[in-house]
């Protein structure tokens, strides 16, 4: 069964710095086949993506924070980041991995992960 599992997150003031973390992991896995990516959710609001990142590398972002985040990925650690720059307080949500893989459709979350920006 492959599990997400996040790290990084907490609180920071506003124009501050957070990478997160996301490890895939479980005894079926085929990394090539599968994109990543991080979504957000904050309160009262629908979750919403923030970015993806292929297999090959490219990766797409939201408006919102675009300049500001970059996602990358270790292939050989199965595990993609989030780098978080320029913090607003509106950036302020529960931030989720998505592991999707594209054979099956089917898609994987992690358990999510707090980010707080202070104003």
């Known amino acids: 069964q492959v599990q997400a599992v996040e790290s990084g997150g907490g609180l920071v003031q506003a124009g501050g710095s957070v990478r997160l973390s996301c490890a895939a992991s479980?005894?079926?896995?085929?990394?090539?086949?599968?994109?990543m990516g991080w979504y957000r959710q904050a309160p009262g609001k629908q979750r919403e993506l923030v970015a993806t990142i292929t297999s090959g590398g490219s990766a797409n972002y939201a408006d919102s924070v675009k300049e500001r985040f970059t996602i990358s990925r270790d292939n050989a650690k199965n595990t993609v980041y989030l780098q978080m720059d320029s913090l607003k307080p509106e950036d302020t949500a529960v931030y989720y991995c998505?592991?999707?893989?594209?054979?099956?459709?089917?898609?994987?979350w992690g358990q999510g992960t707090q980010v707080t920006v202070s104003s």
């Open positions: 479980g005894t079926i896995f085929v990394r090539n086949a599968m994109d």
């Open positions: 998505n592991l999707h893989f594209l054979k099956t459709g089917a898609r994987i």
